[in-house]
């Protein structure tokens, strides 16, 4: 029986569009409740951005690839970088590879520099409603710190990644939410190892979780969900093989429909 849905945003949740069917929604998460099922947001984004989404609900927000865990609006749990490490990747990228338009992910905000394009700066507010210009990563500002997040120009640095594992190899794990966009996250701090902690928690089995993914970030998830679904528009064709079942694509609002016909029946 499921007892808790962790569900993916963007390319699963939300559509082409970013948006949902809100008023469907409600209902469906007013009988989730009614049942004493809990309903997660699963997301590399930050915590503001998907409150923005949902509003101030009764429900569990697992953000920044698993690092940062919120109830409602308390902050319920979290896991951050060594000071010293994550200074070593950032002025990695920022000095020694010449990269300026990257974001770095606090816990009480996010971080960019003033010295950026607009187009970043306009996608980077979008994504970080917390988010604060600053002049320089050196010194970084005081917070403690989740993640790094940016978009590979593969025509300048077409071997970025690969050369960040290897350089960083003990202390990154790098995830993608989509096409060049990658997500530099702890190694044992990811949507899956978040969602095993709270099940742990809430004395639940894997078997009582259902979870929704499109992406590279959304595999550990998938993987440990006993009722897991890829989404039909997904290009990452290793969860296909992962997940027990499709899901309509998101712009079908799969999500919605799976959690109708399966668990609300």
Known sequence: ????????????????KKNYDKDRFEKIFKALKERNIEFIAA?????????????ERDMFFISENGAVIYRGKDLYNYRSFNQVEY???VDYLNIDRNIKEFIVCGLKSAYILKDT???FKKDAHFYYHQLEEIDSFQPLPEDEYVKIALN???????????????KFSNIIKLVSSGHDSIDIIMPNMTKGQALQRLLEEWHMATSDLMAFGDANNDKDMLELAEH???MANSHDKSLFEVAKAVAPSNDEQGVLQIIEQEVLK
């Open 228 to 230: 897991s679904y890829v």
């Open 87 to 89: 200074k070593e990747v």
């Open 152 to 166: 590979i120009n593969r025509d300048t640095h077409s071997t970025l990644d690969t050369d960040l594992e290897e």
């Open 1 to 16: 029986m499921v007892k808790a849905i962790a569900v993916d945003m963007d390319g699963t949740f939300l559509d082409s």
């Open 117 to 119: 394009s607009e187009a």
């Open 43 to 55: 997301s590399g984004n930050q915590f503001a951005k998907l409150q923005s989404i949902f509003g």
